[in-house]
């Protein structure tokens, strides 16, 4: 399941309503006194956190929304009805920022909810305007203006396990041998240009897309998906054992290399994504040899993956079509889970 993650909002309050003019009519009473009422209140705007990841997708073909306005008020002294709020729903994980002030929220709990706009209030009517001096008054008030903003919203997932590698490492080909999901998969890089999701159970799985070499100062792909990474609790880390071409594996000495630039982009970004447990999946096993992924582990532990470094120290040899190693990467990653919970 592939989703939005970025967007753009343009909102507005409602107006207050119009105070009115108007004169008390009854019978036997010659000169009725003023009788108008105020304005209703314009809505308010609200974000609101729901659990639904992929929610912004609601806001794929409309970007503009406006809270309903204030009524004007009627005869007898009543206020107008007031507008209805407007509330914007935003998956949990959501970070707001509001583009005039650079004001962030952030939402991380499902029903938590903020007010960002505060609709127009209703302007007085002419009963308001009577005093001792002006038993007549033609006075009324218009409604209170609302108020605008432009807010960009980023969604940083909330999933328990985020799968990281280089493009063509076998990342979203392992989310769907993990979770049954059908993402999108092709023999070239960045085939997946938009984060995947999948569920092991209650645990949620991200597919971050292929991270390059100067990721986190935005080369490629940027760093647009490494947001996703920074709440994730564990990270399953996966290389790739072919070069691309499964009649070529990949050299050794290169699999210390894709490991390290992962690392090194992790780091620029946020220093605390290194410190986060780690579970090294050497993928596409079935395309080499025995002595090939030996090599390939002893190039790892010398480029510092250890059980210090990463809280689990895992490494494990993953092929997508063998059900037994991917049942010992599901058993891996709910042991690591438990352990980090």
Known sequence: MALIDEITLYLESGTGGDGV???????????????????????????????????????????????????????????????????IKLPVGSRVTEQHTKQ?????????????????????????????????????????????????????????????GLPNAGKTTLLNALTHATAKVGNYPFTTLEPNLGAIGPIIVADVPGLIEGAAQGKGL?????????????????????????????????????????????????????????????????????SQITAATKQLKKAGFSPDKSGTGKILIVSSQNKPSVAALKKAISQTLAKAN
């Open 104 to 164: 962030t929220y952030d939402f991380v709990k499902a029903g938590e909810r903020m007010t960002m706009l505060i609709g127009g209030d209703g302007g007085r009517g002419n009963h308001s305007y009577k005093t001792s001096t002006n038993r007549s008054p033609r006075q009324f008030q218009h409604g209170h203006p609302s108020q605008k903003g432009i807010f960009d919203i980023e969604l940083a997932l909330i999933a328990d396990v985020g799968i990281i």
């Open 222 to 290: 940027g760093d647009k998906f490494l947001r996703h990474i920074s709440r994730t609790k564990l990270l399953v880390h996966c290389i790739g054992l072919d070069a691309g071409d499964p009649l070529q594996p990949l050299e050794p000495s290169k699999i210390r290399e894709h490991y390290t630039i992962i690392r090194t982009e992790l780091g620029a970004y946020e220093p605390s994504l290194l410190e986060k447990p780690e579970i090294i999946v050497l993928t596409k096993s079935d395309l080499v040899t025995k």
């Open 21 to 87: 003019v108007r004169w008390r009519h009854e019978k036997y009473i010659q000169h009725g006194g003023p009788f108008g009422g105020k304005g209703g209140k314009g809505g308010d705007v609200m974000f609101e956190a729901v659990a639904d990841i992929s929610y912004l997708r609601h806001y794929r073909t409309q970007n503009k929304f406006v809270a309903e306005h204030g009524q004007p008020g009627g005869t007898g002294i009543r206020t107008g009805k007031n507008g209805a709020d407007l509330i």
